[in-house]
């Protein structure tokens, strides 16, 4: 089940981004004049319209994701210290629902939560307060600076969520609930690719729609393994 719930979190991203970039190069092709009122400034005509003398499509979608995914870096960066608590959580957990010692069943779990959020909550905000000036320190170009740092604004909020799911999960598998992980990861990529698809397909969102799409769907996924995991530690 953990390998299985790692899988579906791969697959969900994979599928994640091809729908994403579909559905931009289908609005290219359908509806560029919004796009091109949103980014004219950025990218030349023919990123929206392509070039009809030489046959060369749209390339609007590409660009627009290349965006997403430098922020989408940046915003890992966060999740890979969070996962270090997760790690660290699995012995006291186990040991405490082994021995079946409530009081410290509960102490390790508030401990990995207060520690998880008190990393997570700094950074996150961080993301969100500086995300121009964040992305503008590491690019130079001015598309991922702007484009990226309204991501990455919301990116921020969305980090808090997609931090303290991993530690959550580990804990569950700690005390011998090896499923549920699994039923939260399918869950959160199958909320992820509806939303992502329903807002990234309004043309005035466009790849802001993904952002949100993880951001309902990490919160979702985060209520519901916290719900979980103080049932089952009781």
Same mark, same amino acid.
């Given at each position: 089940?953990?390998?299985?719930?790692?899988?579906?979190?791969?697959?969900?991203?994979?599928?994640?981004?091809?729908?994403?970039?579909?559905?931009?190069?289908?609005?290219?092709?359908?509806?560029?004049?919004?796009?091109?009122?949103?980014?004219?400034?950025?990218?030349?005509?023919?990123?929206?319209?392509?070039?009809?003398?030489?046959?060369?499509?749209? /390339? *609007?979608? $590409?660009?627009?994701?290349?965006?997403?995914? #430098?922020? !989408?870096?940046?915003?890992?960066? +966060?999740?890979?210290?969070?996962?270090?608590?997760?790690?660290?959580?699995?012995?006291?957990?186990?040991?405490?629902?082994?021995?079946?010692?409530?009081?410290?069943?509960?102490?390790?779990?508030?401990?990995?939560?207060?520690?998880?959020?008190?990393?997570?909550?700094?950074?996150?905000?961080?993301?969100?307060?500086?995300?121009?000036?964040?992305?503008?320190?590491?690019?130079?170009?001015?598309?991922?600076?702007?484009?990226?740092?309204?991501?990455?604004?919301?990116?921020?909020?969305? /980090? *808090?969520? $997609?931090?303290a799911i991993?530690?959550?999960? #580990?804990? !569950?598998?700690?005390?011998?609930? +090896?499923?549920?992980?699994?039923?939260?990861?399918?869950?959160?990529?199958?909320?992820?690719?509806?939303?992502?698809?329903?807002?990234?397909?309004?043309?005035?969102?466009?790849?802001?729609?993904?952002?949100t799409g993880?951001?309902?769907?990490?919160?979702?996924?985060?209520?519901?393994?916290?719900?979980?995991?103080?049932?089952?530690?009781?």
């Amino acid at each position: 089940p953990i390998a299985t719930g790692t899988l579906v979190m791969s697959l969900g991203n994979l599928i994640d981004q091809i729908i994403i970039q579909n559905i931009l190069s289908n609005m290219a092709q359908t509806n560029p004049d919004v796009l091109y009122a949103q980014y004219k400034e950025f990218y030349p005509s023919e990123a929206f319209y392509g070039e009809s003398s030489t046959g060369i499509p749209p /390339t *609007i979608h $590409t660009r627009l994701w290349g965006c997403f995914s #430098s922020a !989408l870096t940046l915003m890992q960066l +966060v999740t890979a210290v969070t996962q270090v608590f997760g790690s660290s959580a699995t012995p006291n957990v186990t040991s405490a629902w082994t021995k079946g010692d409530k009081t410290e069943l509960k102490r390790s779990i508030n401990t990995v939560v207060r520690m998880t959020m008190m990393f997570t909550l700094p950074m996150a905000f961080g993301l969100c307060v500086l995300a121009h000036p964040i992305m503008g320190l590491i690019y130079s170009d001015r598309a991922l600076v702007d484009i990226g740092g309204n991501v990455l604004t919301l990116m921020g909020i969305t /980090t *808090i969520f $997609t931090a303290a799911i991993t530690p959550v999960c #580990s804990m !569950l598998n700690a005390i011998g609930k +090896v499923k549920l992980p699994m039923k939260i990861y399918t869950m959160c990529m199958l909320i992820k690719i509806g939303s992502t698809w329903m807002f990234v397909s309004i043309p005035e969102i466009n790849i802001q729609g993904a952002t949100t799409g993880s951001l309902i769907a990490y919160a979702i996924s985060f209520v519901v393994g916290m719900y979980l995991l103080i049932k089952n530690s009781k």
